[in-house]
């Protein structure tokens, strides 16, 4: 009984205990993106292989990309998968993504790793971007050690490495060119690996071709092959060797140089044709049975920069421009002339006939009616000599002119041309100008009336 | 020596010296076509390829170049390389029916069914494409344009002659509008929507400028698109069929070289 009540007591207080284990270890996680950066290897030789790991450990739904850092010091040649687990703490769920980039070091001495960055925002309408930074991280690099190093070793740091060469055709010509392939393939810094050195005799051309590179990751190592290609053209006829081709690369994982050589490759170099060269180029080739036709390659010059052709494009239309402007500035002048000619018709009607005050006889009255029609040419900007006497007072009559101011004109026409058949010599007309001028002032006003 | 013998020798010296200049490089070249035709009739196709590859790194612009060189990558079986050759010759020969035939076998050969252009500016950039080079189009387009513009003069300059040039104006102007919309619209997508070839094995097409974003699609070698934008080292690009996406930079080539 006294067990019992022990128990009883004991239970509730074992029960407080365990809730507060529990509360102490559950801490929920506080920053929302928290970054981790680190290297496999602190003190790596130049060109040997690292890795740089990055975690981003966050609890947003869509965590945003990070930007890894520039790397400077190092060689960038790729990044292996990205990896991404969620784990529960304390009821929030936490994604922890690893991206790793795969990095080779360019020269001896320290070398830090500046942060990554990463731009985020929990709202991105209502809240600015936050930049969160990884922490540095300092990579102490090797040289590789030169004192025994081959003569062959070009900076090649790995394991294994594997070489062979190819070539595009064993017999050919004399003078005709060879193509020459040497292809490395292995695991280590094949990107940055310079051309081989090729140890032909000293009296072959050589030219150096486009070198062509492939890689892969390979569990956590970058992999790839790179192919140098050459065009040899071998001297002498017969048959002529293309040597083993010795390449030496640094093995990272047992501190030794190694050496590895190529196959030797015969070549058998026939006679040349001798035909013109010129003849062979221009027409297209014969070719064996079975293969393709060529054409003949008829043009052998440069290309010709032919952009400024296009600036005669403008010319028409600067052409239709520059006479539109041309028939606008000719018509222009010429309806000012008709205006001037059309606003001093008075003013040389009144000059014309203070001449003919002066003039006496049938002189006087010809002049007056040629003023009268100089008028009225000038009105109607047309030749005067081709109006008569019906043709102004139709016209006038057509301007809405006052009947009385028409029947004024023709009356002082028909007495200028009475006056002409019966002149009076004795003095000028000066009542038939007055009468006249007052009839043009007349018609003049009508006409700026209207 | 006089003057004037000094003069003369300098003048033939001004004029002779660009000629043998000239001439050594033709000598050369004609010396590289020779050996790779050579080389591509014994069945040495990849010294041929390099040979023809030199000669294009030296600035020699032929059709025959771009042909043979696409004949002998062809025959090695890279058929985007080939296509991609076979295209840029057609920019100089689009009526050669041979080089019609091989473009044809390669498309057949290629893993990517493509029907026509359907978007509406790339179909009216390339409708006379295989009639036509540009060069061509623009200098019958010119004709016309000169043709119209000198009667659009002659009708200004001479009032008399307008009723009866009205006419011909008017269908001068409708074909010359036709021309301009035909050279303008091939010019802009030579320029901004460039043609080209997928020229390695397999590429993969995504949503984004990324390799993390989705994976659309996948494009085989010599399957044929047009790059419109560039954006870090990728592409995005446009199929025939008005699909969009983008692919890493390196594994298409312009056909404009």
């Known amino acids: ?450 | 020596m006089t003057m004037r013998a000094a003069f003369m020798t300098l003048v033939a010296a001004l004029i002779l010296l660009p000629v043998a200049a000239v001439r050594a490089q033709f000598g050369d070249t004609t010396e590289v076509i020779a050996s790779a035709n050579r080389a591509y009739a014994s069945g040495d196709f990849e010294t041929a390829i390099s040979l023809y590859e030199s000669l294009l790194a030296e600035g020699v612009s032929d059709a025959g170049v771009y042909f043979n060189l696409a004949t002998g990558y062809q025959q090695v079986g890279q058929n985007g390389l080939a296509l991609l050759n076979y295209r840029r010759a057609q920019r100089f020969i689009p009526r050669d029916s041979l080089l019609s035939v091989r473009v044809a076998e390669i498309q057949n050969e290629r893993q990517n069914v493509q029907a026509d252009e359907t978007v509406i500016i790339d179909r009216l950039g390339t409708i006379v494409s295989p009639v036509m080079t540009t060069g061509e189009l623009a200098a019958l387009s010119f004709t016309v344009w000169l043709l119209w513009f000198g009667l659009g003069t002659a009708s200004v300059l001479m009032p008399m002659l307008r009723v009866t040039l009205r006419p011909v104006l008017i269908v001068a102007g409708v074909v010359m509008l036709g021309l301009v919309v035909l050279l303008g619209s091939r010019l802009y997508v030579d320029a901004y929507r460039p043609a080209a070839v997928v020229t390695v094995e397999r590429v993969a097409v995504f949503s984004g400028p990324d390799e993390r974003y989705l994976e659309m699609f996948t494009l085989s070698e010599a399957a044929e698109l047009r790059v419109v934008v560039q954006e870090g080292g990728y592409l995005r690009i446009v199929l025939p069929d008005g699909r969009q996406g983008w692919v890493q930079q390196g594994t298409i080539t312009l056909v404009r070289s």
Not at chain 1, 159 to 181: E, H, K, N
């Open chain 1, 1 to 450: 009984m006294r067990r019992l009540f022990l128990m009883l007591c004991l239970l509730p207080m074992l029960f407080l205990m365990t809730q507060r284990v529990g509360a102490q270890e559950c801490v929920p996680p506080v920053d929302t993106i928290r970054l981790n950066a680190s290297v496999d290897l602190t003190a790596p030789y130049v060109g040997e292989q690292i890795i740089y790991t990055i975690q981003i450990e966050n609890t947003l739904e869509n965590p945003p990309s990070f930007d890894p850092p520039p790397f400077e010091g190092m060689w960038r040649a790729g990044r292996l998968e990205i990896t991404t687990s969620v784990a529960d703490v304390c009821g929030v769920k936490v994604s922890v993504t690893t991206s790793q980039y795969i990095l080779f070091p360019l020269r001896p001495g320290e070398i830090v790793i500046p942060p990554g960055t990463l731009d985020f925002s929990l709202n991105p309408v209502f809240e600015a971007r936050t930049r969160v930074l990884s922490n540095e991280v300092m990579v102490n690099v090797l040289p590789v050690p030169q004192l025994d190093a081959p003569d062959s070793f070009g900076g090649l740091v790995g394991y294994p490495f594997f070489i062979d060469t190819t070539v595009g055709r064993t017999s050919a010509r004399a003078g005709d060119p060879i193509s020459l392939r040497v292809k490395v393939e292995g695991s280590g810094n094949i990107e940055q690996m310079p051309p081989p050195q090729l140890p032909l005799p000293e009296n072959w051309r050589i030219y150096q071709q486009q070198s062509d590179l492939a890689t892969a990751t390979e569990g956590e190592s970058l992999v790839g092959s790179k192919t140098f290609e050459w065009l040899v053209v071998p001297e002498g006829t017969g048959a002529v060797e293309i040597p083993s081709i010795e390449l030496s690369y640094y093995d990272n994982n047992t501190g030794i140089f190694r050496t590895i050589f190529s196959e030797p490759i015969t070549l058998d170099i026939l006679p040349s044709e001798n035909l013109p060269e010129a003849e062979v180029a221009a027409v297209a080739p014969e070719v064996e049975a079975g293969l393709p036709a060529l054409r003949p390659i008829a043009s052998v010059t440069g290309r010709q920069n032919t952009a400024w052709l296009w600036w005669f494009w403008l010319l028409p239309p600067l052409v239709l421009m520059g006479s539109a402007g041309y028939r606008w500035q000719t018509s222009r002048a010429a309806r000012q002339a008709v205006r001037r000619r059309q606003s001093g018709a008075l003013r040389t009607a009144k000059t014309n006939l203070s001449a003919v005050t002066r003039q006496r006889g049938d002189r006087a009255y010809k002049d007056l009616i040629m003023a009268v029609l100089t008028y009225f040419g000038d009105r109607w900007n047309t030749d005067a000599l081709a109006l008569d006497q019906n043709e102004i007072a139709s016209r006038l009559l057509d301007e809405d002119v006052d009947d009385e101011i028409v029947q004024q004109i023709i009356t002082c026409m028909r007495g200028a041309e009475e006056g002409r058949y019966a002149p009076d010599d004795s003095s000028p007309p000066r009542a038939l100008v007055k009468q006249t001028l007052m009839a043009l002032i007349a018609v003049d006003a009508a006409g700026n009336a209207r």
